[in-house]
């Protein structure tokens, strides 16, 4: 996780609250959990996507697991009309929001096709999704990789 949140009451608010959008247009892709919407960068809640110039291990080759998660993110939101609602932000300032792309949660579809991870230290709504993503050995779990809180940390 980039940051830790500021905003006391961020953690009380489940995942998928319902309600009118904050943010609606398309969206530019920024990284696997950060996208420009309404011309507001925002990060998606609940997750952890590899950074862009992170690499993982799949057998017999090395990938760059961060620049195909901003690829799988490019691909859920191609197109699509994107609401998000604003949950609060980042120590760095950046507001965090669920987003949808056309009625689908962009969080728990990058945390379903494996290129993103739950990020449990703020929410556990996408620990079971992950947990089946894994069992499937979709995305980052087809390989080894560094979980990207850790890669931050230079642990490489």
């Known amino acids: 996780m980039r940051g830790v949140l500021i905003i006391a009451g961020y953690l009380l608010l489940s995942a998928g609250t319902a309600g009118a959008a904050d943010l609606v247009g398309t969206a530019r892709v ?3 959990e950060t996208l420009e919407v309404a011309g507001q960068e925002v990060r998606l809640f609940g997750i952890d996507a590899p ?16 620049r195909v998660a901003a ?10 009309r994107i ?14 929001a669920s987003c949808d792309a056309d009625g689908f949660d962009l969080s728990g579809n990058m945390v379903h096709t494996g290129w993103a ?16 993503a894994k069992a499937a050995r979709r995305g980052l779990w087809r390989g080894e990789f560094i979980p ?3 890669w931050r940390q230079g642990k490489r």
């Open 30 to 32: 920024i990284d696997g």
């Open 51 to 66: 950074e862009p110039d992170q690499t993982c291990r799949w057998p017999n080759k090395e990938i760059p697991c961060g």
């Open 71 to 80: 690829t799988a993110l490019m691909d859920l939101v191609a197109g699509a």
């Open 83 to 96: 609401e998000c609602r604003l949950r609060g932000e980042q120590r760095d300032g950046l507001a965090v």
């Open 117 to 132: 991870l739950a990020d449990r230290s703020v929410s556990q709504a996408f620990v079971a999704t992950e947990e089946k």
């Open 148 to 150: 990207p809180w850790e």
